[in-house]
């Protein structure tokens, strides 16, 4: 974890509440994602997951918990896994644990549309 500080970030209505905690090795996202800037909320979120999959020890996994994403953090959650997918490919050991309400259909074939594609492992919990 070699100079990789801890990301945090408050969620609002809008916009997750976000923390990444290298020494865990783990990035969570939970709550709404509909900022008005995606790519400017999720720029730093990008930036230190490849900073964590460069400098990390052990294994890294992305934790989401998002009830509601709009079309550009939909994209940006799809570049975020593009990414692990990518160190997945380079031997990096990463995973993804995405949970989902069981009430929310929504939300679960969101989930499962993002992820079924992926080589990583992955789990959908309810």
Known sequence: MAGLD?????????????EGDPAAGVLRLAGDSYPENTFEFYAPLMDWLRAAIERVDGPLRLEIELSYLNTG???????MLDLLEEA???ARQVAVVWRCDP???RAMELAEELLE???LPYQIAR
């Open 103 to 105: 009430e929310d259909e």
């Open 6 to 18: 801890v990301l945090k970030i408050e969620g609002t209505r809008s916009s997750p509440t976000v």
């Open 88 to 90: 997945h490919g380079e």
């Open 73 to 79: 953090s939909i994209k940006s959650m799809m570049d």
């Open 117 to 119: 594609d992926l080589t």
